[in-house]
């Protein structure tokens, strides 16, 4: 199983002197991030719709072995919910392709809260995402955790993210061979770190699906330095442990 794990953005006030060192220049703090982690999930796209050159931008930034995750911006998912809208998602997904082309992970498409679960809302998400890219839809009403759900994604190879979100299920959840999940913090939403044995937990639920062969880990408690902390843990936990089942094996 190969791991992805790393932040929902990096560019946080509060982690200079704790995370960044106090005297490195903002400007530099990506280029820090990437000695520690190898992904990132992009947050800025979901704030502003992203060109081809804006992410073509990233993808000089970042060294050759890199890879993004891109998330879908709130006109699609929360304004649009995916409705009316063949022109702005193809325009996005083109960005994302021509923009980060090697480089390019899984798209993330995040629906609010208030987003419940309708056959019909079903249905459109099946018929609008274009099946040549890594898709993942989080939601946060708990009306989606159902086996209909599950299994119309398995169908469509659509990826059903896991989270730890205040109040909804943490479930490790498979839907495709590549798994995708995102902490959130808890108890205090994005707020919160979590301890080790928290994170060593979902974490060998993840290590245990073995039609798993990719699992993207993103930490969103970014409100304090708990997100960098977090990643950096389970990015040697993970490691630790696929090592020990390697050799256990061999």
């Given amino acids: 199983m190969k791991w992805h794990v790393g932040c929902s953005g990096f560019h946080y006030k509060t982690w200079k002197n704790v995370f960044y060192p106090a005297d490195l220049p903002e400007n530099k703090w990506f ?19 992203p060109s081809t050159a804006d992410l073509h931008k990233w993808y ?3 060294p050759r072995n890199f890879t993004f995750a891109v998330k879908a911006p709130k006109l699609l ?7 009316d809208c063949d022109v702005l998602l193809n325009d996005f997904y083109t960005a994302c392709r021509e923009g980060l082309k090697d480089k390019l992970g899984p798209v993330l498409f995040q629906f609010p809260s208030n987003f419940r679960y309708s056959d019909e809302r079903l249905q459109n998400i099946l018929n609008r995402l274009d099946q040549s890219f890594t898709n993942v839809v989080e939601f946060r009403h708990i009306s989606w955790w159902s086996k209909t759900v599950f299994e119309a994604f398995k169908k469509h190879s659509i990826i059903f993210c896991g989270i730890s979100f205040p109040g909804l299920p943490d479930d490790v959840i498979v839907t495709t061979k ?14 919160s770190q979590y301890d080790h ?11 245990h699906q073995a039609q798993v062969k990719t699992a993207y880990c993103f930490f969103n408690n970014t409100a304090a330095v708990g997100a960098a902390f977090n990643a950096v843990w389970l990015e040697n936990y993970s490691a630790l442990r696929r090592n020990i089942k390697y050799l256990s094996h061999n």
């Fill in 31 to 49: 280029h820090f991030y990437h000695t520690k982690f190898h992904t990132l999930e992009l947050n800025v796209t979901f704030y502003k719709f």
């Fill in 60 to 62: 000089r930034k970042s």
């Fill in 77 to 83: 998912t929360h304004y649009k919910k995916l409705q």
């Fill in 178 to 191: 590549t798994l995708y999940y995102r902490f959130h913090g808890v108890p205090k939403l994005f707020q």
């Fill in 197 to 207: 044995s928290t994170l060593a937990t979902i974490a060998d639920h993840i290590l």
